[in-house]
């Protein structure tokens, strides 16, 4: 008999008196590849969605986008890959605008996952099938029904209750698709209570996962579930994660979770992890003969089929409106609105776009006239008042703005979206008035009058969902009477609105947020979204809150880089408030001389007692900073005498 290969036996030593019983196989697309299933891989999938419903070169101008702000990626089994290439836009956000650009045919817009509801299982489905036959459970990202098939055509039977679990079900579940965790809005709230429950589940009782063929970019529900177990809450748990590369086995030379987050939380809740790269078919030949199963058979080739859809060219440009405004790419929702609008005639969308598209050129002043010419009976009546109070807040005339916003949120409902944005916006005025001296006392004053953050555990709280049983109802509950897009919104609300309180404890206290992680993670909820704005937005808080004028390891040099990343990404966006609000972030006057900050003060629509507010605070510190660098020029010279 040959010997495994060094590698692999090295992986598969994880699993040493683990038996088929005892494991749960974890797949993704990967195990779909190989013919005769032949469906796509995820990278493929994204590609047929763009070039099936969206305008063409789309997809290189969201990857273009994503290279500019940093939005990265490199494989990590493949060596020697050089620059880091753009991430793919996630799939999910894509068929989502797709979906919403086609109203009236939305169940047709799941024809494009025609192949999977009709595929056919491979010799992998096969393993998987004959791991079941054998006591072992599977657990899928996947749509299609292959390992249900190939047990069913292999043992005689159907597969036992509860051995398949498709976490974000499959065309069995829902004929139609619409339940599918295809979109995302179907994905962005997270598990519901019962697949949550059954997750935990999954997790906790094997001895074993080996995961084959899965990206591990689930962030919005895997990874949240996982993150939110306690520490050593899977403690005996060995998981073997194998990444399919055409290298020869190895295990990669870097961590994993510099590609995928998902291994370092499954450690952090205590689980053994291992990764090893390579072809597919050597770890399951091992596994085979481990478990005395029937070793895989030869692979068979691919013949791929892409679904035809009739997918009309307003269809393409209303989804191609949809998904630039989904990224936050106002440059090119600029454009399409020039060339031809947004696809739809409602005024509400229309006053929302240029709305949106006023607020990032810092054109606050003539976004809050357009505001307050608006009906004020209007469907947008909510986003007319908490707009018009933010412009005000954006100029920097913080009282006004206290005012208005104060009155307005008196009129709506307690725990409504209206009053989610009018508290955010409220509070943010506060944090405002708190870091601007003149109105720093009426802000101490306010603060103790105002609502704490909620605690961990509340429903919808920030980065807690499903860690609690009493939770995970409440959130059913809601999610089913709000219904699926009022529960992303309320989420994304929720979120916003939870940074800004935790911000003003901190302020209660005189010190630092206790968790100074927390835009970080607001970063990488947007990034996995796909909103760019959203993304870059929480990244210029992170630099705020980060920032600490006596840490000596940041040079004016590191520190003028990470600012100007982040001014020409937001450029680059088409977003100049985003831009030359960077001039505002701590530590300005060691990055931006004084001409940069006059035109950033001149740029942006700010009020004049506002700018003469942003000048008190650049100029001396400016000069104090100078006079400084000189000083430490002229003892350097001394010195070399």
């Known amino acids: 008999m040959t010997a495994p290969d060094p590698a692999v036996a090295e992986a598969m030593a994880l699993l040493d008196g683990i038996g088929p019983e005892e494991a749960v196989l974890w797949s993704g697309a990967g195990i779909s590849v190989e013919g005769p299933t032949s469906l796509p891989s995820g990278p493929e999938l994204t590609s047929r969605v763009f070039d099936t419903f ?35 836009p996630r799939l999910e956000t894509a068929l989502d605008a797709a979906a919403r650009a086609r109203p009236d045919a939305f169940p047709d817009t799941f024809d494009i996952l025609d192949d999977v509801r009709v595929a056919v299982p491979n010799r992998l489905h096969a393993f998987a099938a004959d791991h079941i036959a054998r006591g072992g459970r599977h657990v899928t990202a996947n749509f299609d029904t292959c390992v249900e098939r190939a047990h069913e055509a292999r043992h005689g039977r159907p597969v036992p209750p509860d051995a398949v679990h498709h976490f974000h079900l499959s065309f069995a579940d829902s004929p139609d698709g619409k339940e599918l965790g295809a979109t995302l809005s179907a994905i962005r709230t997270g598990f519901p209570a019962a697949q949550a429950t059954r997750m935990r589940d999954l997790l906790r009782s094997p ?130 609105l ?64 206290w005012l208005w916003l ?35 006392p009426l802000a101490r004053r306010l603060l103790a009058r105002m609502p704490a953050a909620e605690p961990a555990g509340t429903p919808l709280a920030e980065d807690t969902q499903d860690t609690e049983e009493t939770q995970d109802t409440q959130e059913a509950q809601e ?48 990034r996995e979204s796909g909103d760019l704005q959203g993304m870059l937005s929480y990244r210029h808080r992170a630099l705020r809150d980060g920032y600490r004028a006596d840490d000596d390891a940041v040079t004016d040099e590191a520190l003028r880089e990470r600012y100007e990343q982040l001014l020409t990404a937001n450029l680059f966006l088409g977003s100049r408030a985003g831009a030359w609000r960077v001039a505002l972030l701590p530590g300005a006057h060691r990055v931006f001389a004084v001409r940069e900050y006059l035109f950033a003060l001149a740029t942006l629509q700010y009020g004049w007692w506002h700018r003469s507010r942003l000048l008190a605070w650049y100029v001396p510190r400016r000069l104090r900073h100078r006079a400084a660098g000189a000083g430490r020029r002229t003892l350097r010279g001394r010195s070399t005498r």
């Open 406 to 440: 104060r009155r307005q949120r008196s009129a709506v409902a307690e725990g409504s979206d209206e009053a989610y944005a009018l508290e955010e916006t409220l509070n943010r005025v506060v944090e405002h008035m708190h870091r601007t001296p003149d109105l720093r």
């Open 338 to 401: 020039e060339e031809g609008g947004t696809g739809a005639d409602d005024p509400v969308e229309l006053r929302s776009v240029r709305s949106q598209l006023l607020w990032e050129a810092g054109a606050w002043s003539t976004l809050r006239r357009m505001w307050r010419r608006a009906p004020a009976d209007a469907p947008d009546r909510s986003v007319r008042a908490e707009r018009i109070g933010a412009c005000l807040w954006a100029q920097g005339r913080l009282l006004a703005a």
């Open 479 to 526: 999610t089913e009477a709000a219904g699926d897009d009022d529960r992303v919104r309320r989420v994304a609300a929720f979120r916003a609105l939870q940074d800004v309180r935790d911000s003003l404890d901190a302020l209660r206290r005189g010190g630092p947020r206790d968790d100074d992680t927390h835009a970080d993670r607001s970063t990488t909820w947007f």
């Open 207 to 336: 001895r074993a996962v080996i995961v084959l063929g899965y990206s591990g970019s689930d962030y919005f529900d895997v990874d949240r579930l996982v993150a939110a177990l306690p520490a050593d809450d899977l403690r005996g748990l060995r998981v073997l994660w194998a990444m399919h590369s055409a290298h020869p086995p190895h295990l990669p030379d870097v961590p994993a979770e510099s590609a995928i987050p998902l291994p370092s939380l499954l450690r952090a809740a205590g689980a053994d992890v291992r990764v090893v790269c390579g072809p597919t078919d050597l770890l399951l030949a091992e596994l085979a003969r481990r478990w005395g199963l029937p070793p895989p058979d030869a692979p068979r080739p691919r013949a791929p089929a892409a679904p035809r859809l009739t997918v009309t060219d307003a269809e393409r440009h209303r989804a191609t409106f949809l998904l630039y405004r989904s990224l936050g790419l106002h440059r090119e929702v600029r454009r399409l």
């Open 54 to 88: 969206f305008e063409p070169g789309a997809l290189a101008r969201v990857l273009t986008y994503h290279q500019v702000v940093g939005l990265t990626t490199t494989p990590l089994c493949e060596r020697d890959t050089g620059l880091p290439a753009a991430r793919l």
